[in-house]
Each structure stands twice: as C-alpha cells, then as structure tokens.
C-alpha cells in the first residue's frame, strides 16, 4: 500500500511556495508534511496531505505544474538505529531509491520513499516486518 | 511609407478613403495604409474566397478572437466572414472565458485565432473541464500573425480536435488574406489576381532560382488607395515548385522562415526564433509558450531560453528534469550552432499576451 504525493513544480521566485500552501488551505486541505527540494532555477515542493485528489484539482487549476506520485510511508517504532536498518534493508534487497524524507507525525517518526520497481518494495517491507503508515 | 506618414503616398484624394490602419510595427515609426470603399471590398473577397477554400460555408458560425483595433485580423476577418455568409461573433481579443462560453452557447464551428491564442483556450478549456471534441462544434481554425512550425499546427490539431490553416498576411497588403493554405495544407496559394510575386535575394535584391528561400516581395494589381509597387516584405519564404493536387493555379508560399528584420545576430550566428520554437514543439513535455532574452555578460553574447513546462511533465522526477533540460539544450546547439542557457518554467509563468507573442527580450548592451 503506497500513500499518494503532490509533487509541486516551482520557479525560484519569492512568493510562489506561500500560493501553493495558500491555496490548499484555501480548498480546507490539511497539511501533513512538506519538503522543498530546489536547485539554482526551480524547486520542487512535495506534499502529503489528507486529501491528494482534491489537492491536485485545486493546484491544476490554480495553474501549477503538478504531478501525482506513488511513495512509500514506513512507521518507524521508538528502537534506536531503527531509520538505518530500514535503509539496510532497501539496500541489501537491490531497490534504488530516488529520493527519501522523514517526519514526526502522531508521536511517530515516518519515513517516506519514492522508488520505481514498487513490487519488489512491497516485497521487501512485508518480508523485514515493517509497518506501513496510515496518514 | 515611413517617410511620408501619414497620408504622403495615397493616389487617391482623402475624402474618397473610407478607412486607414495604423501599424505601430516592432521596428520604429508607425505606417499608415489607406482604404477606399472597393479596396475593402477586395480584400474582403480575397479573404472571403480563402475560408470558403478551406471548407466555411453560410451554415457555419465564425468566431474571431482577434483584437477589433487597428489590428487587421479583427476586421479583416470580420467582414470576408460576413460576405461569405457565415454567422459571425466579433468576440474580439482576450478574456478566454467568455470566448469558451461563446463556443458552446453560439455553436462556434470556425475561429480565427494567433497559434498562442490556441494554446491558451485548450490550456482553459482543460482547467475549466470541457472537452474541445465533446463539448464544441469546432471544426475549422484559421492560424496566422505569428510563425509557427507544422508540430505547433499539428498539436493545435490534436489538442483542439480541428484542422487549422495557416494564414498569412500583412497590414501593408490589406491585412490576413494575401495568401492560405487550401485543405491540402501545403504550402499558401497567394492570390496572383491581386498580386505579382517575386521571391528575392535580401542582399543583392536579385530573383532567387525558383524553389530558393529568399524575401518575399509583392506588388498590388488592384489597390486604388495606396497601391504597391515591388514592396519587401522582409518575409523569407520560397515557392514551392510543382502544381498542387487541389488544381489551383495560384502559386504556393511555403511556411514563412522568419523575417529579414526579426533575426537575432548572437556571437556572428543568424538565428530565427522559429527555429528554437520548431525544435521546443517537438516536446510533449513542453508548453508552446516560450521566451528568448538576449544578455551582455562579461562582455559576451548569451542567450536564455524559458520554456513551459506541459501538464505531461512529470515535476515529480529531478533526473528526469535535468535530462529534459540537457537534452533541450544540446538540440537547440546542434540547430543553431549557439549554446543557449535552458530554464524550465511552470505552465503560466511567461506573461500572455492578448496580441501577437514576445518572443525575444534582446537586453544585450549596445555599442
Ligand atoms: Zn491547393
């Protein structure tokens, strides 16, 4: 089970990122986290939130360049070094990860991951016991 | 024309003018073309004959997104849409919505449109959830006043579910309707009862071989306001050789290559923005809008390009971002010889215009 993402694309121009996040309040979406991810011309924000569907309309037709993704969320429980053996474990079974964040959400870390050979992850997260999260 | 603003060179008395058009022009002083009563009527006729050649009818219903000003494209089409008999709606330039409105409320079945023009409505039509094909009757664009490569047609087409024909004409010659492409969409029969076409060199201004690119120069044979003689165009076009298969006579204008006048010297190389815009059009990634500036930086020559980004884009995915703008970059050098700088924009990030695109911003320090 994968969570859906927005994938937000974004000029490097002040003010474009609070109309993104202004527009989603607007529409009554809730925020669960973001990351900004930028180099010397543009940026890209991605978000989850509580209602991807409606955030992608709203964005669309706000004008934004948005696209929907497929990640991966895993529940991380309180164990040190639980982040790292996560990893490993992605590592070892031979999936590439395009890219990666973490968060605190409910008391919990989460860790959020976007890779291209999904079944494999699937495989891969039921197989080492891990817990995917309910956002 | 310049020299003798405004009215220097009609060869008819004013009070037998019924009507004059102003071009600003992208390059100085303002022109003026003076019209009398039959100078209206033939252009008119010519523009009239062209839509009737591309399949309008009386039944159909003609929509004309061109500003009504001083710009020809609004009343050109206008009264040759009325003399052919069709129902017109004069909407005019800009306010996208209200035009969408009219397409499914008046069963619009032809527009007159700039190429830009047509990106944007299909851009509101998808935000605003209708469907071209499903929901309007169109079925005929007429696309000029900007040159556009056969993907941009091509994709106008497909996005809009229609045919488009190019149109070409200029104020100095009436305005839209000195040459169209019939439905064979290839090449513009250029009405030789109105005009003597000579295809020239710029530079030495000697008639190139036939089939050669070279300026496009005009004469009128039945202007009674403000006749022509041996005008340059500064349009670079060639003739395409061999009859074509619609049995029309009149001789066929390829696709015009640029202008004389809008080409851009950068570091000695001569490039034309339609060659940047037929290389963008090959991207489904991208959106048709698209801005070259021109800078001075440590004393050299450079070129930016921004470009729009479609809603096919995955923004999602950085490698493939980067790849996108690499790959842009070396086609670009490989057509223009020039290495330009490639900036990925969101879609609506280049300001629209209502009237015909900007396409360069030459901000390079001059000498
Ligand atoms: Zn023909």
């Known amino acids: 089970m994968t969570v859906q993402q927005i994938s937000v694309f974004l000029e490097n121009k002040s003010g474009s990122l609070a109309k993104v996040f202004r527009t989603l ?39 934004f360049s948005v696209t929907k993704t497929e990640v991966f969320a895993i529940v991380l429980d309180d ?21 990666l964040y973490s968060f605190l959400y409910e008391g919990k870390g989460v860790l959020v991951f976007r890779t291209s050979e999904m079944e494999k992850a699937v495989a891969l997260i039921a197989a080492n016991g891990l817990v995917e999260a309910k956002l | 024309m310049r020299d003798t603003y405004p009215f220097g060179i009609a060869s008819i008395p004013l009070d037998q003018c019924v009507r004059l058009h102003s071009s600003s022009g992208t390059t100085g002083n303002p022109t003026v073309v003076l019209h009398s009563a039959k100078d209206l009527h033939e252009w008119a006729n010519a523009l009239a004959r062209s839509l009737w050649m591309v399949g309008c009818r009386p039944e159909d219903v003609f929509q ?96 809009l579910g229609l045919k488009a024909y190019n149109s070409f004409g200029m104020s100095e010659m009436c305005g839209p309707g000195v040459a169209f492409e019939c439905k064979e969409q290839n090449g513009m029969h250029i009405w030789e009862d109105y005009y003597i076409v000579e295809i020239v060199d710029p530079d030495t201004l000697e008639p190139v071989p036939e089939g050669e690119v070279g300026e496009l120069v005009l004469t009128t044979l039945n202007r009674e306001a403000m006749p022509l003689l041996r005008y340059r165009t500064r349009d670079l076009t060639r003739i395409l050789p061999g009859k074509c298969p619609c049995g029309r006579e009149h001789k066929r ?16 190389v001569n490039i034309f923005p339609i060659q940047i815009e037929t290389i963008l059009a090959q991207y489904k990634d991208l959106a048709s809008d698209f801005l070259i500036t021109l800078n001075t930086v440590e004393d050299n020559d450079d ?57 360069v911003k030459d901000l390079r320090k001059k000498y």
Not at chain 1, 79 to 99: K, L, M, Q, T
Not at chain 2, 253 to 268: A, P, T, V, Y
């Open chain 1, 79 to 99: 164990r040190p070094g639980r982040a790292a053996d996560a990893i490993a474990c992605f590592a070892e079974g031979g999936i590439s990860i395009s890219y």
């Open chain 2, 64 to 159: 004309n997104t061109s500003g009504y000003g001083m710009f020809t494209g609004g009343l050109g089409f206008q009264y040759a849409a009325e003399m052919l008999g069709m129902l017109t709606v004069p909407a005019g330039a800009g306010n996208t919505l209200r035009q969408l409105k009219f397409f499914t409320d008046f069963g619009t079945t032809v527009v007159h449109a700039i190429p830009s023009y047509a990106a944007r409505l299909y851009e509101v039509m998808c935000q605003q959830g209708i469907d071209p094909r499903r929901d309007t009757k169109l079925k005929i664009m007429a696309i000029g006043a900007e040159p556009h490569s056969e993907d941009t047609r091509k994709r106008i087409e497909e996005m």
């Open chain 1, 25 to 63: 309040s607007d529409a009554g979406i809730q925020l669960i986290t973001s990351t900004l991810a930028d180099t010397a011309d543009y940026g890209v924000c991605r978000i989850l939130c509580d209602n991807p569907e409606k955030a992608y309309s709203v964005l669309s037709k706000e004008g």
């Open chain 2, 253 to 268: 204008l390829d696709r015009m290559k640029g202008r004389s006048d809008d080409m851009i010297i950068l570091k000695g």
């Open chain 2, 303 to 359: 070129m930016t390009v921004e470009v729009e980004l479609s809603e096919l884009a995955n923004v999602d995915d950085y490698a493939y971002l980067q790849n996108l703008s690499k790959d842009i970059t070396r086609k670009l050098r490989d057509e223009i010889l020039v290495t330009p700088k490639v900036k990925l924009l969101p879609k609506g990030a280049l300001p629209r215009s209502e009237g015909k695109a900007v396409r």
